[in-house]
Nanobody
Framework: QVQLVESGGGLVQAGGSLRLSCVAS????????MGWFRQAPGKERDLVAA????????YYADSVKGRFTISRDGAKNTVYLQMNSLKPEDTGVYYC???????????????????WGQGTQVTVSS
């Protein structure tokens, strides 16, 4: 059974940092594009960061550029999202997702992602 399990969420003050982790089990995703999505209350689930299957290409939403960093540790079958200078508007449930190989590009639409984690809550207080 394929599973993606996120961890690292929590409550943090504005300006603080968190590092989210996504561990895959059941199969390896070292050759898959991976992404982190965020869903704020009452809003759509939007892509905030993603990387291509070889990590050579990365995508960041404009709202997180310069503050968030996505990375992968293939040996641990884990993807990370380092979040710095957090703002209250970063609050939401963060989901890890995996897509099929995409020609070295970064999939940026939600339907392109086939596997999803259960999400981890991030709350940033002002």
């Amino acid at each position: 059974q394929v599973q993606l399990v996120e961890s690292g969420g929590g409550l943090v003050q504005a300006g603080g940092s968190l590092r989210l982790s996504c561990v895959a089990s059941g199969r390896t995703f070292t050759r898959n594009p991976m992404g982190w999505f965020r869903q704020a209350p009452g809003k759509e689930r939007d892509l905030v960061a993603a990387l291509s299957e070889n990590g050579g290409a990365k995508y960041y939403a404009d709202s997180v550029k310069g503050r968030f960093t996505i990375s992968r540790d293939g040996a641990k079958n884990t993807v990370y999202l380092q979040m710095n200078s957090l703002k209250p508007e970063d609050t939401g449930v963060y989901y890890c997702a995996a897509a099929s190989a995409y020609f070295g590009l970064v999939p940026t639409s939600r339907p392109q992602y086939d596997y999803w984690g259960q999400g981890t809550q991030v709350t940033v207080s002002s």
